[in-house]
T-cell receptor, first 113, second 115 residues
Framework: KAGVTQTPRYLIKTRGQQVTLSCSPI?????VSWYQQTPGQGLQFLFE???????NKGNFPGRFSGRQFSNSRSEMNVSTLELGDSALYLC????????????FGPGTRLTVL | AQSVSQHNHHVILSEAASLELGCNYS??????LFWYVQYPGQHLQLLLK??????LVKGIKGFEAEFIKSKFSFNLRKPSVQWSDTAEYFC?????????????FGQGTTLQVKP
C-alpha cells in the first residue's frame, strides 16, 4: 500500500497570505490527524477528522481550519499567515477511529516570510 | 494540562553502548503509549506501542519499552546502539479509552551515536 502523501512538500508564503495543504491517507484509512512541528514547540496536535467530521481540535487559533472529504482526503487551511506559522505540518492516517496506530506522512514544510 | 516529559534532550553514545530514554506522562487514567522515531530527512515512524497486557513491549530494530503504571513512565531501551540509530525519538500518549486520535508528544530526544 502507498503511504500517506502530502502536497506540496515545500511552500513559501508571505505574511498575510493564506495557504492550503493537502493530505491523502493510506487507502482504506478513514481517520486523518494534523500536527504542527516546530523546533520551539515540538509536535502539537491541530485537529482530527473521521468520516468528514472533526472529532477533536487542538489549541490553535481560528486561522487554522481543516476539512475531510468523502474519500478521506483532508485539507488544512491557514489564513492570514504569520511568521510563527513557519513549521513542518504533518498529516497522519489511521484505519478507524484514531487512538490506535497513526501513520505519518513526510510533511509539508511551510516557510512564511 | 496533560503533558509528556522526556528527560533527555540530547544524548551522545558510542556504538555498542546501552540506551535508555526516559518518558513520563501526566495523566492517571487509561493511556495508549507510543515511541516514534524520526531519522534525518525521513518522516515519523512508529518504533513500538503499548495498549494493554504485558508492560514490556518489543518494537522494531531491537528497541523495547517498559510501561510502569505506578511511575507514569514508558522508558525506551536498547541494549546495544548502532550508528544507524542516530535520530530523534519522541514519546507520545493518547489519553482515554481510545476514542480520540489526539497524540500528545514529548519534546523529543536527539540521539547521536558515534561510530
Amino acid at each position: 500500500k502507498a503511504g500517506v502523501t502530502q502536497t506540496p512538500r515545500y511552500l513559501i508564503k508571505t505574511r498575510g497570505q493564506q495557504v492550503t495543504l493537502s493530505c491523502s491517507p493510506i487507502s482504506g484509512h478513514r481517520s486523518v490527524s494534523w500536527y504542527q512541528q516546530t523546533p520551539g514547540q515540538g509536535l502539537q496536535f491541530l485537529f482530527e477528522y473521521f468520516s468528514e467530521t472533526q472529532r477533536n481540535k487542538g489549541n490553535f487559533p481560528g486561522r487554522f481550519s481543516g476539512r475531510q472529504f468523502s474519500n478521506s482526503r483532508s485539507e488544512m487551511n491557514v489564513s492570514t499567515l504569520e511568521l510563527g506559522d513557519s513549521a513542518l505540518y504533518l498529516c497522519a492516517s489511521s484505519p478507524g477511529l484514531a487512538g490506535t496506530l497513526q501513520y505519518f506522512g513526510p510533511g509539508t514544510r511551510l516557510t512564511v516570510l | 494540562a496533560q503533558s509528556v516529559s522526556q528527560h533527555n534532550h540530547h544524548v551522545i553514545l558510542s556504538e555498542a553502548a546501552s540506551l535508555e530514554l526516559g518518558c513520563n506522562y501526566s495523566y492517571g487514567g487509561t493511556v495508549n503509549l507510543f515511541w516514534y522515531v524520526q531519522y534525518p530527512g525521513q518522516h515519523l515512524q512508529l518504533l513500538l506501542k503499548y495498549f494493554s497486557g504485558d508492560p514490556l513491549v518489543k518494537g522494531i530494530k531491537g528497541f523495547e519499552a517498559e510501561f510502569i503504571k505506578s511511575k507514569f513512565s514508558f522508558n525506551l531501551r536498547k541494549p546495544s546502539v548502532q550508528w544507524s540509530d542516530t535520530a530523534e525519538y519522541f514519546c507520545a500518549v493518547i489519553h482515554g479509552s481510545g476514542n480520540t486520535g489526539k497524540l500528545i508528544f514529548g519534546q523529543g530526544t536527539t540521539l547521536q551515536v558515534k561510530p
